[in-house]
């Protein structure tokens, strides 16, 4: 029975978020959004349907509404209910009605990305940077496909662009985005005090060392990947962006920045065979520094 009201009662996690002017203000209605999480969140908590198709989605889309109650319902039951994995129902559920593109879709998506981040352990987000490197930084720096388009000159135009150039633009700033953002760093530990308090072998503890060693492996995994993959991706990207003078080398310059000030022995060491891009980057951080 609750699947044949399924796509009904998931379309209603975004009910009257991107529709016309001329819906009624009860359709508007935070309450039927917030009656559509409890909903299904007690549905799946219960078993009765399971995460398949976009309904996760949906739920994700539903953590960033407008509204701070819905979104909050919706953060809490997402974290609860995500851990059932997929599977169960074989009932599609539509995407239809939601938007994320334009000034407040950027807005509604990198509140999704913060959520998601937030949640990420150490080991996943070694992973995440890994693949928007590769799989969206490398692609971009070919000469096929769209991403590639993008980078050769202006923004694409809201009105006059085709549809998948404005996505591929997003893409890469989004990618920059999670990037740059604080909550992707592997963890560290930062207090010098606690830092020795843990390296004491008499410590009563043994879990604090054994976190303390895994941060300590995590973070060189992570150095290793940075000046392995991701610094050479970054360089031959930005020799494509500042040959089209593209606005995403902006972006790019702050992500080389901030790997400069977290890794700055590292890599002046890989960019010795690049002394114009490194006393970019040193200029940069200067100015960083001088603004703080």
Known sequence: MADLYLPVMASCLQNGTYSSKSISSLERSAVVRKHAVLLLSSLLLQDYIKWRGLLFHRFLVAASDEDEEVATLAEMFYLSASRQGDGGSGIAVGFDGIDLDGPTGEVKRRRMYDFLLSKLSDEEKIGVTARLTKEVLGSAIDNNGDLSKVCQGQPPNHESSPKRLLSAWNVLTDTFYVLTNKAIKVGRVQDDLESAALDDPNLPNPSRQVTLAKNRLMSK??????????????????????????????????????????????????LANDPTLLQEIEYDARQYASQQ
Not at 221 to 236: A, D, F, G, N, R
């Open 221 to 270: 995994i992570s150095l290793k990947h940075l000046m392995e993959i991701v610094l050479p991706i970054l360089c031959t990207l930005k020799v494509k962006l500042q040959a089209s003078c593209s606005p995403l080398l902006k972006e790019l310059m702050s992500y080389l920045l901030e790997i400069f000030r977290n890794y700055k022995s590292e890599v002046k060491e890989f």
